[in-house]
């Protein structure tokens, strides 16, 4: 089982560059989730998937974030223009159910993002 | 008030001591509860599912109190690789909802 895979580890960037973040879920899981973690914040939930639609994304901070899944083992989460205050760590986790006992959130490794 | 509340912590604990975490949640309506560890830098990990009978696996025990809407974690007997953060996951309509976590600090 490869689990869940994000690429890349860490990435650092200018601010006003494009940053592309990408995740592969576990083959069969049919919810994906994109969350950022910072020590203020914690872990927030950005945007999910279910069947590779968006479901809720009320939590993407705003337009410079946008988030893609075209197929059921590729999603994308993509800041445009990246800005200092978007350091942090992106997780990306996947799922088989949402709301059923036993159908925890498996999670990447993450993507530590830090933008200067 | 927060969906989710969790008491940060930290807790510094000897090695062999007991020690509980607690956290509540507001949604009534919530179905599915969860404990996950998290070390520095690294990723959440399914710690335990928590179950509405109560359930353990080696020194930990989760419990689920729906009547006052809290969720418990009890370490036994803890060693100092128990050193992390402990998040507990409540989900419901179809929202997961992560605490901030509990900091616990096990020492020699």
């Known amino acids: 089982d490869a689990g869940v895979i994000q690429s890349p580890r860490h990435e650092v960037t200018e601010m006003g560059q494009e940053v592309t973040l990408r995740c592969k879920p576990i083959s069969g899981h049919d919810y994906l989730f994109w969350y950022r973690q910072t020590m203020m914040r914690g872990l927030e939930l950005l945007i999910y998937?279910?069947?590779?639609?968006?479901?809720?994304d009320s939590g993407m901070p705003e337009d410079r974030f946008s988030a893609k899944m075209p197929n059921a083992s590729f999603s994308t989460l993509k800041i445009q223009p990246s800005e200092p205050r978007d350091s942090a760590v992106y997780f990306c986790?996947?799922?088989?159910?949402?709301?059923?006992?036993?159908?925890?959130?498996?999670f990447g490794n993450g993507t530590r993002l830090t933008v200067t | 008030r927060k969906e989710v509340e969790q008491d940060p912590g930290p807790f510094n604990v000897p090695e062999g001591a007991t020690v509980a975490f607690n956290c509540t949640y507001s949604n009534s309506a919530s179905q599915s509860f969860f404990w996950y560890r998290q070390d520095c830098r690294k990723e959440p990990k399914l710690l335990m599912s928590?179950?509405?009978s109560g359930n353990e696996d080696g020194r930990f025990t989760a419990q689920l109190n729906r009547a006052s809407q809290y969720i418990s974690l009890l370490i036994r007997d803890s060693k100092l690789s128990d050193s992390a953060t402990y998040l507990c996951?409540?989900?419901?309509?179809?929202?997961?909802?992560f605490g901030a976590g509990t900091r616990l600090f096990v020492k020699a």
């Open positions: 986790a996947s799922s088989f159910q949402v709301g059923q006992v036993g159908s925890p959130l498996h």
């Open positions: 928590v179950y509405s």
């Open positions: 996951v409540v989900i419901g309509g179809f929202k997961t909802i």
């Open positions: 998937f279910n069947n590779n639609v968006p479901i809720d």
